[in-house]
């Protein structure tokens, strides 16, 4: 009897070692993406989380965007905390200087809008140990460019404003922590950092980036090369790396305890993929700077709401931030080679010379090490296997055909020549179309069902992103499955497994040589998976090509099998190529002998070996040599397998499988992260559900080439889940109250007339049940229409007259509040030329105000602004919208314009002032949304303001 082989490519091996495997890395990958890492009960020296959290909780208190009164409270506490360590620690202002920074100014362009923002950044510059010359100059001037500290300083930058809507704990009231954490442990003596570091804390960067501005206009931002951006768009989890400039700056986040990230999410903001905007952009595209960008993701419903809170948010998380800042910054502020030097010339784009990096790919394992190379050395690998492979695979054909054993393909072989009357069928063909049909028809279910959820429920995936997931995984192995063996119950073949891996490998060479011109023409680097997936999906079939060498030459085959019946008809049948054919024609030993039965009995064969071709009766020759022995081949496949390794599969499945799940399953949960509540924000949902089919069918796919051997215990588990999670995904409602529905919240008021709008923006068939929540909608005119915003395009804005706002106070003499004409006043002036104009605006209360033109205006310039050469006052087809921020309250703007007289005479428009401070109860709207929204839904700032107050002018 047999030994029982644990390894052998049978129903069992194959069934126990593959649900292992991706149970196991599953779970491993959930485990890592969904659980924050613990903090350590030993901080590092000058480290205090206890004392980190208490900043994060007095920071939070309110509300505190730019255009609010509690902004003003956070900015004194910021300042107060900084004077505080210093003092602590009886540190020099020659060593730590901290700049209030309420001079600094900014008039710039982006797109048709020009802003005119002030800035009230805080900067705290602590010296490096080899950096003997001044920060910068007193008067102002750039500082020079040829500093001893030979590569500049390192900024660290968080911003302390949040949005109106929400209170800003991981947006970004964390790296605003740690930015102080920093301060406190950079300042220890035995941490104090080679290189100059200047810690920011900006102003304004929830409104255009308008503090990173502000900051490139202070001489102090010529200081640093390299930066660190600390930013949240969720509520807690880990922070990862979302983009990076070069290869060079991104090995200093290597040294994070818990690296995490991906180069895919680099890729989305080169593609735009991701709307979101942060500081990074100013920093490297502007100031020139070379750095990193590490933000929290998720969850993407709490982002810009009041779920955005240390409720919301954890210890871990803050840790996981802080410690990930800590290394970065320490190995930055430690290098002292000539990585981030220019050549000490000053550019002509006014950028600081940081030298030139190199593009580079990265990624995470386990949350526990950080892979990172340059996106040049992984193109030039690409183009290495993408030559050698295949010439490896023709080689080794060529190998297999000199030495006759090349069964793939074969048809038949002969005992002489092919002028034999009958040949050897070898059946080589047999299982080479299976994968490909397999895989169209499995991907063809789940896209299906893709556009089945999209169109029945298209937004579960708010609320059930992993029922989504596992309705596609269980559709695509279960209908894969199936089909795989049913093809080899009716048809077996020894060769299944290998024409999976030529398939998988022609399919993997033309999705890597697609990368490969994306990476060298696009410097696209997301695609780094696909090099190690065609790496491993190589390597599995060469280990199938290795195996056929142990198979017997198709020469010796053909000969063993050249025989007769022993019965009474003429001449022998080849074997079919099914080992059944052995044994279904073979009498059982103890059967009764019929006048049919073979003389040979029990183990003997019914047919005889013959030499040199000649056809002789299994008596002729007693003395013949016995048949070459085939081995025992699974049963119904091809005679000639029986003698191929059997554990050869587990080789390849675990060259094959683990690789791929872990790359490609890592990027499909970042992307998971990325998309599932972004529907809200008006993006597509077939977006996401076609990026879950891609991703399920990419790390599902190459199991496809073992499916066959599976028994239907798992296959049909997974049907039942399949089932279950099909229907729960079309009737299930798509919102809860863990997953809320964002909308987005504005009050506008015509201070002409005193027409009052109230309006919601958000999905349609939605809003139209929440606007009928509440109760100043009952018994008014509801319009649902196409909101204004181009990225709002896809939502639904409905409005109507809504409560009063009172955003200007009570005056102190009347007792009475000011009515709504008096909160913005103007007064237009013709300019001494044609199409020349001043305006000066006041709005009460407030210290952001726009102007709007209907026609663009061709120049405009802002009392008190200062002309940069580094920024355009207006775009190339002018500005149809001036956007004014004062650092002071209910100060006057005094703006000058001119447009092309020649083709408008008149100057027509909108002034419009902001109210964004919902803390004391002042817009009464925006409160009742928040008191009669359903469960399910929660509210967010649609701009930058919550009541908008405009007058219209003409000139």
Same mark, same amino acid.
């Given at each position: 009897?047999? &030994?029982?082989?644990p390894f052998?490519?049978t129903?069992?091996?194959?069934? +126990?070692?593959?649900?292992?495997?991706?149970?196991?890395?599953?779970a491993v990958?959930l485990?890592?993406?969904?659980?924050v890492?613990?903090y350590?009960?030993n901080?590092p020296?000058g480290?205090?989380l206890?004392?980190?959290w208490?900043?994060?909780?007095?920071?939070?208190r309110?509300?505190?965007?730019?255009?609010?009164?509690?902004?003003?409270?956070? &900015?004194?506490?910021?300042?107060? &905390?900084i004077?505080h360590?210093? !003092?602590?620690k009886?540190?020099?202002?020659?060593d730590v200087?901290v700049?209030?920074?309420?001079?600094s100014?900014a008039?710039f362009?982006?797109?048709n809008?020009?802003?005119?923002?002030?800035g009230t950044?805080i900067?705290t510059?602590?010296?490096?140990?080899?950096?003997?010359e001044p920060?910068?100059?007193t008067?102002?001037?750039?500082p020079k460019?040829s500093r001893?500290?030979?590569?500049?300083?390192v900024?660290?930058?968080?911003?302390y404003?949040?949005v109106?809507?929400?209170?800003?704990?991981t947006?970004?009231?964390v790296?605003?922590?740690c930015?102080l954490?920093?301060?406190?442990y950079l300042?220890?003596?035995?941490?104090w950092?080679?290189?100059?570091v200047i810690l920011?804390l900006?102003?304004?960067?929830?409104?255009?980036l308008n503090?990173?501005?502000?900051?490139m206009?202070?001489?102090i931002s010529?200081?640093?090369h390299t930066?660190?951006n600390?930013?949240?768009a969720g %509520?807690?989890?880990?922070?990862?790396l979302f983009?990076?400039?070069?290869t060079?700056?991104?090995?200093?986040y290597?040294?994070?305890?818990?690296?995490f990230?991906?180069v895919?999410?680099g890729?989305?903001?080169?593609?735009?993929?991701?709307?979101?905007e942060t500081?990074?952009k100013?920093?490297? $595209?502007?100031l020139?700077?070379?750095g990193l960008?590490v933000?929290?993701m998720?969850?993407?419903?709490r982002y810009?709401?009041v779920?955005?809170?240390?409720?919301? #948010?954890s210890?871990?998380s803050v840790?996981?931030m802080?410690?990930a800042s800590?290394? #970065?910054?320490s190995?930055l502020?430690?290098?002292?080679?000539?990585?981030?030097?220019g050549?000490?010339?000053?550019?002509?784009?006014g950028?600081?010379?940081?030298?030139?990096?190199?593009?580079?790919?990265?990624?995470d394992?386990?949350?526990?090490?950080?892979i990172?190379f340059r996106l040049?050395? +992984?193109f030039?690998?690409?183009?290495?296997?993408?030559?050698v492979?295949p010439?490896?695979?023709i080689?080794l054909t060529?190998?297999?055909?000199?030495?006759?054993k090349n069964?793939?393909?074969a !048809?038949?072989?002969y005992v002489?020549?092919?002028?034999d009357d009958?040949p050897?069928?070898?059946?080589g063909?047999?299982?080479f179309?299976?994968?490909?049909?397999?895989?169209?028809i499995?991907?063809g279910a789940?896209?299906?069902?893709a556009?089945l959820?999209?169109?029945v429920?298209?937004l579960?995936?708010?609320s059930s992103p992993?029922?989504?997931w596992?309705?596609?995984?269980s559709?695509w192995?279960s209908f894969?499955?199936? +089909?795989?063996?049913?093809a080899?119950?009716?048809r077996?073949?020894a060769l299944?497994?290998m024409?999976?891996l030529?398939w998988?490998?022609?399919?993997?060479?033309?999705l890597l040589s697609?990368?490969?011109v994306?990476?060298?023409n696009?410097?696209l680097?997301?695609?780094?998976?696909?090099?190690?997936?065609f790496?491993?999906?190589f %390597?599995?079939?060469?280990?199938?090509y290795?195996?056929?060498?142990?198979?017997p030459?198709k020469s010796?085959?053909?000969?063993t099998?050249?025989v007769i019946?022993?019965?009474?008809?003429p %001449?022998?049948r080849?074997l079919t190529?099914n080992s059944a054919s052995?044994?279904?024609?073979?009498?059982l030993?103890?059967d009764?002998?019929?006048e049919?039965?073979s003389?040979l009995r029990?183990?003997?064969?019914?047919f005889?070996?013959?030499?040199?071709?000649?056809?002789r009766g299994?008596?002729?020759e007693?003395?013949e040599?016995?048949p070459?022995?085939?081995?025992?081949p699974?049963?119904?496949?091809?005679?000639?397998s029986g003698?191929?390794?059997?554990?050869?599969?587990i080789?390849q499945f675990l060259l094959?499988?683990?690789i791929?799940?872990?790359?490609?399953?890592?990027?499909?949960l970042?992307?998971?992260?990325?998309?599932?509540?972004?529907?809200?924000?008006?993006?597509?949902s077939?977006f996401?559900?076609?990026s879950?089919?891609?991703? #399920?069918?990419?790390?599902?796919a190459p199991?496809?080439?073992f499916?066959?051997?599976?028994t239907?215990?798992?296959?049909?588990?997974? +049907?039942l889940?399949?089932?279950?999670?099909v229907?729960?995904n079309l009737?299930?409602f798509?919102f809860?109250?863990?997953?809320?529905l964002?909308?987005?919240f504005?009050?506008?008021v015509?201070l002409?007339?005193?027409?009052?709008?109230?309006?919601l923006?958000?999905?349609?068939?939605?809003?139209q049940?929440?606007?009928?929540?509440l109760?100043?909608?009952?018994?008014?005119?509801?319009?649902?229409?196409t909101?204004?915003l181009?990225t709002r395009?896809?939502?639904?804005?409905?409005?109507?007259?809504?409560?009063?706002a009172?955003?200007?106070?009570?005056e102190?003499?009347?007792?009475n509040r000011?009515?709504?004409d008096?909160?913005?006043?103007y007064k237009i002036?013709k300019?001494?030329?044609?199409?020349e104009?001043?305006?000066r605006?006041?709005?009460?209360n407030?210290r952001?105000?726009?102007v709007?033109?209907d026609v663009p205006?061709?120049?405009?310039?802002? %009392?008190?602004g200062?002309?940069?050469?580094r920024?355009?006052?207006?775009g190339?087809? $002018?500005s149809g919208?001036v956007?004014l921020?004062h650092?002071e309250?209910?100060?006057?703007?005094?703006?000058s314009?001119s447009w092309?007289?020649k083709k408008?005479?008149?100057?027509s428009g909108r002034?419009v002032?902001?109210w964004?401070d919902?803390n004391?109860g002042?817009i009464?709207?925006?409160d009742?949304?928040?008191?009669y929204?359903?469960?399910?839904?929660?509210p967010?700032?649609?701009s930058?303001?919550?009541?908008?107050?405009?007058?219209?002018?003409?000139?």
């Amino acid at each position: 009897m047999a &030994r029982y082989n644990p390894f052998s490519f049978t129903a069992g091996p194959v069934n +126990f070692f593959a649900t292992l495997f991706y149970v196991a890395l599953f779970a491993v990958l959930l485990v890592v993406h969904l659980r924050v890492p613990d903090y350590p009960s030993n901080t590092p020296q000058g480290v205090n989380l206890t004392e980190a959290w208490n900043d994060l909780q007095h920071i939070t208190r309110q509300f505190h965007p730019y255009n609010s009164h509690a902004n003003d409270h956070v &900015r004194s506490y910021l300042l107060a &905390r900084i004077n505080h360590v210093i !003092r602590s620690k009886n540190l020099k202002s020659r060593d730590v200087e901290v700049v209030d920074d309420v001079v600094s100014n900014a008039t710039f362009s982006s797109s048709n809008t020009t802003i005119y923002f002030e800035g009230t950044n805080i900067i705290t510059a602590i010296r490096g140990s080899e950096d003997d010359e001044p920060f910068f100059s007193t008067n102002h001037s750039a500082p020079k460019i040829s500093r001893r500290s030979n590569n500049g300083g390192v900024l660290v930058n968080a911003h302390y404003d949040s949005v109106s809507s929400g209170y800003g704990a991981t947006d970004d009231g964390v790296g605003v922590i740690c930015i102080l954490q920093l301060l406190s442990y950079l300042t220890e003596e035995q941490n104090w950092p080679k290189r100059t570091v200047i810690l920011l804390l900006n102003n304004g960067e929830e409104d255009y980036l308008n503090g990173a501005k502000a900051f490139m206009r202070h001489p102090i931002s010529q200081v640093p090369h390299t930066f660190l951006n600390l930013e949240g768009a969720g %509520a807690g989890g880990r922070a990862t790396l979302f983009r990076s400039t070069d290869t060079e700056v991104t090995k200093f986040y290597r040294a994070s305890r818990h690296p995490f990230g991906t180069v895919v999410s680099g890729d989305g903001f080169k593609k735009g993929l991701i709307r979101s905007e942060t500081d990074y952009k100013v920093f490297y $595209g502007e100031l020139g700077l070379r750095g990193l960008d590490v933000a929290f993701m998720e969850p993407r419903a709490r982002y810009h709401t009041v779920e955005d809170s240390t409720r919301e #948010t954890s210890l871990k998380s803050v840790w996981h931030m802080l410690s990930a800042s800590i290394a #970065t910054v320490s190995g930055l502020a430690s290098d002292t080679s000539d990585t981030f030097s220019g050549n000490g010339e000053p550019r002509e784009d006014g950028k600081v010379d940081s030298g030139t990096g190199t593009d580079a790919v990265w990624f995470d394992l386990f949350g526990q090490a950080f892979i990172v190379f340059r996106l040049h050395t +992984f193109f030039a690998l690409c183009v290495t296997i993408l030559v050698v492979a295949p010439l490896t695979l023709i080689g080794l054909t060529f190998g297999l055909s000199k030495a006759d054993k090349n069964y793939l393909f074969a !048809r038949k072989a002969y005992v002489h020549s092919p002028d034999d009357d009958e040949p050897i069928h070898l059946y080589g063909w047999k299982g080479f179309f299976r994968l490909p049909i397999v895989f169209v028809i499995a991907t063809g279910a789940v896209v299906g069902l893709a556009f089945l959820v999209v169109r029945v429920n298209p937004l579960i995936v708010y609320s059930s992103p992993y029922a989504v997931w596992s309705m596609m995984i269980s559709t695509w192995i279960s209908f894969a499955w199936f +089909f795989s063996r049913a093809a080899s119950a009716m048809r077996p073949s020894a060769l299944q497994r290998m024409y999976g891996l030529i398939w998988l490998f022609v399919g993997s060479f033309i999705l890597l040589s697609f990368v490969t011109v994306s990476a060298n023409n696009f410097h696209l680097a997301g695609g780094y998976w696909a090099l190690f997936y065609f790496v491993a999906v190589f %390597a599995a079939l060469l280990l199938s090509y290795l195996e056929l060498f142990f198979a017997p030459k198709k020469s010796a085959y053909a000969q063993t099998f050249e025989v007769i019946e022993e019965d009474s008809r003429p %001449a022998s049948r080849p074997l079919t190529g099914n080992s059944a054919s052995r044994s279904e024609d073979r009498p059982l030993p103890d059967d009764e002998a019929t006048e049919t039965t073979s003389l040979l009995r029990g183990d003997q064969r019914s047919f005889a070996r013959t030499r040199h071709g000649s056809r002789r009766g299994s008596s002729a020759e007693e003395d013949e040599p016995g048949p070459l022995d085939l081995g025992h081949p699974y049963p119904g496949e091809q005679e000639w397998s029986g003698k191929l390794p059997s554990w050869i599969w587990i080789l390849q499945f675990l060259l094959l499988v683990p690789i791929t799940v872990i790359l490609v399953g890592q990027i499909a949960l970042l992307l998971t992260s990325a998309l599932y509540q972004t529907p809200s924000d008006g993006n597509s949902s077939l977006f996401i559900y076609m990026s879950f089919a891609a991703l #399920t069918t990419l790390f599902i796919a190459p199991a496809g080439p073992f499916a066959h051997r599976i028994t239907y215990h798992i296959p049909t588990f997974l +049907f039942l889940v399949c089932v279950g999670t099909v229907i729960y995904n079309l009737v299930a409602f798509p919102f809860s109250r863990e997953h809320r529905l964002k909308v987005y919240f504005v009050q506008q008021v015509n201070l002409d007339t005193g027409v009052n709008t109230v309006s919601l923006t958000g999905v349609d068939g939605y809003i139209q049940q929440i606007v009928r929540q509440l109760p100043s909608a009952h018994n008014s005119l509801v319009n649902c229409t196409t909101p204004d915003l181009v990225t709002r395009k896809e939502l639904k804005k409905c409005e109507w007259e809504g409560l009063p706002a009172k955003v200007v106070p009570v005056e102190a003499a009347s007792g009475n509040r000011t009515g709504s004409d008096r909160w913005l006043d103007y007064k237009i002036k013709k300019g001494n030329n044609t199409g020349e104009a001043s305006i000066r605006i006041v709005g009460q209360n407030t210290r952001a105000c726009r102007v709007l033109f209907d026609v663009p205006i061709r120049d405009v310039t802002v %009392a008190g602004g200062v002309s940069d050469p580094r920024f355009k006052r207006t775009g190339e087809h $002018g500005s149809g919208e001036v956007r004014l921020w004062h650092r002071e309250w209910s100060q006057p703007w005094d703006v000058s314009v001119s447009w092309d007289a020649k083709k408008n005479s008149k100057l027509s428009g909108r002034v419009v002032c902001l109210w964004s401070d919902a803390n004391s109860g002042d817009i009464p709207a925006y409160d009742e949304v928040q008191h009669y929204l359903p469960i399910w839904a929660i509210p967010s700032k649609i701009s930058d303001g919550l009541v908008e107050g405009y007058k219209y002018f003409e000139i």
